[in-house]
């Protein structure tokens, strides 16, 4: 029988509970986790595909429809995935806990295109208001300059 201090030795175990719970809402079982653990701020590797549905309109009232298929990769805490889903009470319960409220992530999309971002400027970009006010009355720092690079 596995006794309490042997659960999840290696450092992708560690976190992995805690995305699966952010990822799935359960805030009960985050709480949870987050009361047995002090490393929130691991990232993890993950691969994204995501369609980004959009239109464009010209000056001459033209409108092009497109979709685009991303292929995303990324290194990202557990207050990033929280703050790209638009999960305020996980985002809240990370802080509270110590999440790194300015740490930086590194996106990669297939095309080249690589950015290093804050939760705040993901909130931002996801329009999640609710984060955004969330990030700033915690002390995100406004003044970080998102890398862009291909």
Not at 122 to 140: E, I, P, R, S
Request: aromatic residues 4%.
């Amino acid at each position: 029988m596995m006794q309490d201090n042997e659960i999840q030795q290696d450092g992708l175990g560690k976190n992995l509970a805690l995305y699966l719970a952010t990822a799935l809402g359960y805030k009960p079982v985050l709480k949870l986790l987050l009361e047995r653990t002090d490393e929130i701020d691991k990232n993890l590797s993950v691969t994204i595909h995501a369609t980004v549905a959009g239109a464009f309109e010209g000056k001459t009232s033209n409108r092009i429809d497109t979709t685009v298929e991303l292929k995303i990769h990324t290194e990202l805490s557990v207050l990033h995935l929280a703050t790209i889903l638009g999960n305020v009470d996980a985002a809240q319960l990370l802080i509270d806990k110590g999440a790194d409220i300015n740490s930086i992530c590194q996106i990669r999309v297939e095309d080249g295109l690589q950015a290093d971002l804050t939760p705040l400027m993901l909130a931002t970009m996801w329009k999640h208001d609710g984060m955004v006010q969330l990030m700033l009355k915690n002390g995100a720092k406004v003044s970080h300059i998102g890398k862009a690079r291909f």
